[in-house]
């Protein structure tokens, strides 16, 4: 799907964009070339007690579906990532997992380009202490990308544990990391030097 943005202020959501689906589309090639059976996806992890990759495509992925919950509600708008679902059919079904992961790359794509970047948010969150902070659209939509780099790299430690050789070789590095190293990948370019 081509993404049409309006005007020269939406630079940023478009590249934000860019990022999120990248990073989602990481997760849908790991289930289509990575992993061969549903089991995987529920394996415990050794060395992260209480990880599967089935719960960390679930999370990452909750992420982004707060945020675009948030922003297409009416205003004021309130975000709580706290606040997610779990247990669900994508932690232990490949094709589960992948019609909800393609089906938010979707979402993102008809939400993001009509969506105001510098919107404020109000984020409440448990540090464990509750905690209230103002932020924007943008912002978050930042953070949820790059919160699901993190969890690919988990992703990719319990894919190793089970001998499973994730084929990006850029899957769960940060792109500063792949900027500063100058590692070729979608993630990797830059316009500038960090």
Not at 54 to 62: E, I, P, T, V
Not at 111 to 133: D, G, H, K, M, R
Request: proline share 5%; net charge negative.
């Amino acid at each position: 799907m081509t993404v049409q943005f309006d005007d020269e202020n939406t630079t940023n959501l478009k590249d934000l964009l860019f990022v999120a689906q990248t990073v989602l589309e990481q997760a849908v090639d790991l289930l289509d070339n990575d992993l061969k059976e549903d089991g995987q996806l529920t394996v415990p992890s050794k060395f992260l007690p209480g990880s599967t990759i089935g719960k960390h495509l679930r999370h990452a992925r909750d992420h982004f579906e707060l945020l675009l919950i948030c922003i297409t509600s009416p205003p004021p708008y309130v975000l709580n990532y706290d606040s997610r679902s779990r247990n669900t059919p994508m932690e232990i079904s490949r094709k589960a997992a992948r019609t909800a992961l393609l089906d938010t790359i979707r979402r993102l794509q008809t939400i993001v380009p009509t969506s105001n970047w510098n919107e404020s948010i109000t984020l409440n969150a448990v540090t464990p202490f509750p905690q209230t902070f103002q932020t924007t659209f943008a912002r978050e939509l930042w953070f949820a990308g790059l919160h699901c780099v993190h969890h690919w790299s988990m992703v990719r430690v319990i894919a190793g544990e089970m001998n499973i050789n994730v084929g990006d070789d850029c899957f769960g590095f940060a792109p500063s990391t792949l900027v500063a190293s100058g590692r070729e990948h979608s993630l990797g370019k830059a316009i500038a030097k960090i």
